[in-house]
């Protein structure tokens, strides 16, 4: 589905939205809008690759527990008014879907900051609901898994979904963001590249 008609589906939903080419003019976009704000990140290998904790980081201040990890550094990162985060998939048809093991993120997605921003590459984008709950257990998942050297089946090869009861399983909480929640400004961002997992 053209990205014109994505989003058109997210907007009708509530989302603002943009697009972009490259995580450069994503991370540009970013750093001009967002200035002497705090913000918390949500875990995120796409905001890791945009680079754009160190970018925001120049004109704010960004709570992060992928850089200093902790209880602690989470419970601050979910009392900002301004919240990024990435999602394991979207839909064509303007949903949201993410799965945590802490919930520290999903939990700011559906209630606490006055904005929240999704940075999404064409790589997360799925046909449907079930494509994407597919996609967040047997892509995204075990690739994180792999990324953390979780103690779980899917970490090895990171090739699907095992439905494990490791005590480091990372599949806990799964939410579907069906409408921008009420009261908070949502936005997606739309890298037209491959980001993340
Ligand atoms: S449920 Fe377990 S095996 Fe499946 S993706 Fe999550 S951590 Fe991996």
């Known amino acids: 589905m053209e990205y014109s008609m994505i989003r058109k589906n997210f907007e009708k939903h509530g989302f603002s939205t943009q697009l972009f080419s490259s995580r450069e003019e ?59 985060t990435s999602a394991n998939a979207v839909t064509e048809s303007g949903e949201i879907v993410n799965i945590d093991a802490t919930g520290n993120r999903v939990a700011m997605t559906a209630f606490g900051p006055e904005t929240c921003y999704y940075v999404v590459g064409k790589n997360k984008i799925t046909a449907n609901l079930s494509d994407a709950i597919y996609r967040c257990r047997n892509v995204a998942a075990p690739k994180n898994a792999k990324r953390m050297n979780a103690k779980t089946p899917c ?30 400004k949502c936005e997606i961002i739309f890298i037209d590249q491959e980001l993340g997992f």
């Open 155 to 184: 970490a090895k090869n990171a090739d699907k979904c095992y439905d494990c009861n490791s005590p480091e399983r990372i599949c806990r909480i799964t939410t579907v963001i069906d409408r921008a929640p009420m009261g908070m």
């Open 26 to 84: 994503a991370r540009d976009y970013l750093v001009n809008t967002l200035q002497r704000q705090t913000i918390g990140f949500g875990g995120s290998a796409t905001l890791m690759e945009m680079g754009l904790f160190e970018a925001l980081q120049q004109n704010n201040a960004v709570v992060w527990h992928n850089k200093v990890p902790s209880r602690d550094v989470r419970r601050l990162a979910n009392c900002a008014d301004i919240y990024i």
